[in-house]
C-alpha cells in the first residue's frame, strides 16, 4: 500500500506543483487578476490533502519494510515540491552532492 501510495502521490504532486508555479507567477504578473488567491488557497488545500493521504497510508509501516533510498534523489523531489515557493521567493537552488555509488 506504501508503494502505490507513493506512486499516486508523485503523479498528482508533479502537475501540482507546475500548477501552483504558474499561478504565483500569474500572481507576480498580474496582481489585480480575480480569483489568483483562491486558486492558489484552494491548490495549497489539495497539497495539503495529498500529504495527509501519504502520511495516513504510512503510518501501517514497519521496520521490515525499510528501504534504501538516494539522498539527492530525495533533495530533488523536495525542490519539485517546493518549486512554487521558490518561485515565489526568487531563490536560485543549486544541488551539489557527491555520490558514492550510482
Do not use: C, W
Amino acid at each position: 500500500m506504501g508503494q502505490i501510495s507513493s506512486s499516486f502521490v508523485h503523479e498528482f504532486r508533479n502537475p501540482l506543483t507546475a500548477i501552483m508555479g504558474f499561478n504565483k507567477l500569474l500572481k507576480r504578473e498580474n496582481p489585480d487578476l480575480k480569483y489568483l488567491d483562491i486558486i492558489d488557497y484552494e491548490l495549497n488545500q489539495l497539497n495539503f490533502r495529498i500529504t495527509q493521504f501519504l502520511h495516513t497510508s504510512k503510518s501501517d509501516f514497519n521496520e521490515e519494510q525499510r528501504e534504501e533510498i538516494s539522498v539527492l534523489k530525495l533533495i530533488e523531489e523536495i525542490q519539485e515540491l517546493t518549486y512554487a515557493n521558490i518561485v515565489d521567493a526568487s531563490v536560485n537552488v543549486e544541488i551539489d552532492i557527491y555520490q558514492t555509488s550510482p
